[in-house]
Every structure is written in structure tokens, then in C-alpha cells.
């Protein structure tokens, strides 16, 4: 239903890269595959995995990714001047002739107002986004840069699930890892794309460890901000 949907996450191949590896995976060979985040740099692709068996229904297909128009700041002044704008990366969901797709989610829409962990690029007057695979990771783990997407299934038919980018800008960058996919049965209500609205931790807010003790800046490791876990190096 769609208030309690089934995890059908566990037919995709590799959805984690646990391995570090692209064991499952079809069309273009990744950059690299590394921290559990699978990258593509400064080229277009197509990277897919194709999946059957699955019940007549809706679905939502999840994953946390980004896309780096060009370098950073290229990527945080165009974003802000046109967010509609050179948004080449998309995620998509074929079954049969009907195909689903959304852009996935600028760096710079959700750049944060603190630093927190691995190689990170200030852009801005006071904002930062990554800038490597391990901050990429952190980012991640601080359940940052979801994208979902709603389609249905038909009987009887394959699904093919995936990212891909038509148009290069130079050094542009898209890093992804943790796919889910959900099921909700055959009387959904949810139709379309669901809208992921950018997420930016607040700089002002108290941060607290694991065991709820409010701790300063300095402190390191996972700590909990506007009730989400960040991982701070």
C-alpha cells in the first residue's frame, strides 16, 4: 500500500557497491567505483541494470546522487542564477515503451552551511559541496542528494533501471550509490514524480552526539543535527 510499501530493493544487483565494485551493472564503465559511491567524470554515459519478475504495480525507484554541472563554483552560480538550467544528468525507469526520468539533483541544491568531511569546495560566500569520492560519501551518510521517481509496471514486463547524461560540460561530475526500489500494489494513489526538495543543514542549530550530549564544532564523527545524523572529519 502506499502508506506501507514493499522493499523490493533486493532484486537489484549490487545496489550499494559494498565491493566497491560494478558487478551487476551494464553501459558505460564507471570512472571509479570507490567509498561505496560509483562516479562519472567529465563524459556522457548510459549505466543501467535491467530487472524481471516483478508484479503488476506502482513503484518508486530511490538514489542518492548528484550532478556537478562543470566545476564547482560554474555549478553553484549557474544553479543559482537558472536552477532549471543545465540539469543533463537524469534518472530514469524503462518498462515496455514508457519511460520515466528526473533530474538528478545539482551539487549546489543542497550545498551546506558548514563542512563536513573529506575534500569539499567552498562555493558562495559561505557553502560547501564535495569535492572528491569520500566527501561524496559523508554526504551521503548525512541522507543528503535523495532523487525518486514513481512509474508503474505492467505484467509480464522488463524493467530497466538507471542514469544517464546526453551533454558534457567540462569537468562536470555525477556520483551516485544506494538504489532502493519500493513497491506499492496495484491500487496506488501516487502517480508522476515525487519532488525531492533541496536539504540544507542549519549552521546555527545545537549538535548533539550519539549518546544526546551537546558538543561543539571541534567535535568529530557522527553527531546529530535538525535531528539528522552527519558524519564530521
Same mark, same amino acid.
Given at each position: 500500500s502506499d502508506? @506501507?510499501?514493499?522493499?523490493?530493493?533486493s532484486v537489484i544487483i549490487n545496489p550499494l557497491y559494498e565491493y566497491n565494485d560494478n558487478e551487476g551493472w551494464n553501459g558505460d564503465v564507471p570512472t571509479a567505483v570507490s567509498f561505496m559511491c560509483c562516479e562519472m567524470f567529465n563524459r556522457n554515459y548510459n549505466y543501467y541494470q535491467e530487472l524481471s519478475g516483478l508484479p503488476a504495480g506502482t513503484y518508486s525507484l530511490g538514489l542518492q546522487a *548528484? /550532478?556537478? &554541472?562543470? *566545476? &564547482?563554483? #560554474? #555549478? /553553484? +552560480?549557474t544553479y %543559482? +542564477? +537558472?536552477p532549471e538550467a543545465n540539469n543533463h544528468a537524469v534518472l530514469y525507469a $524503462?518498462?515496455? =515503451?514508457? =519511460?520515466?526520468?528526473?533530474? %538528478?539533483?545539482? &551539487?549546489s541544491a543542497q550545498a551546506q552551511p558548514f563542512e563536513i568531511g573529506g575534500a569539499e569546495s567552498q562555493v558562495g560566500e559561505a557553502a560547501f559541496i564535495p569535492n572528491n569520492m569520500e566527501? &561524496? +560519501?559523508y554526504y551521503f551518510e548525512s541522507e543528503l542528494y535523495k532523487n525518486e521517481l514513481i512509474f508503474d509496471v505492467r505484467e509480464g514486463e522488463k524493467?530497466? $533501471?538507471?542514469v544517464k547524461k546526453e551533454t558534457t560540460i567540462p569537468s562536470d561530475w555525477t556520483i551516485f550509490r544506494n538504489w532502493t526500489l519500493n513497491y506499492f500494489g496495484t491500487e496506488s494513489q501516487k502517480t508522476g514524480i #515525487?519532488?525531492?526538495q533541496p536539504t540544507v543543514l542549519d549552521a546555527q542549530s545545537s549538535v548533539y552526539n550519539l549518546q544526546g550530549m551537546k558538543?561543539? #564544532? @571541534? /567535535?568529530?564523527? $557522527?553527531?546529530?543535527? @535538525?535531528?539528522?545524523? %552527519? *558524519?564530521?572529519?
Open positions: 502508506e @506501507n510499501p514493499v522493499d523490493m530493493t *548528484f /550532478y556537478r &554541472a562543470g *566545476f &564547482a563554483e #560554474d #555549478d /553553484y +552560480s %543559482v +542564477s +537558472s $524503462i518498462c515496455g =515503451t514508457d =519511460t520515466v526520468e528526473v533530474p %538528478v539533483v545539482r &551539487a566527501a &561524496a +560519501s524493467l530497466i $533501471i538507471g #515525487d519532488t525531492i558538543v561543539n #564544532d @571541534n /567535535y568529530k564523527g $557522527i553527531v546529530i543535527i @535538525n535531528g539528522r545524523k %552527519v *558524519f564530521r572529519k
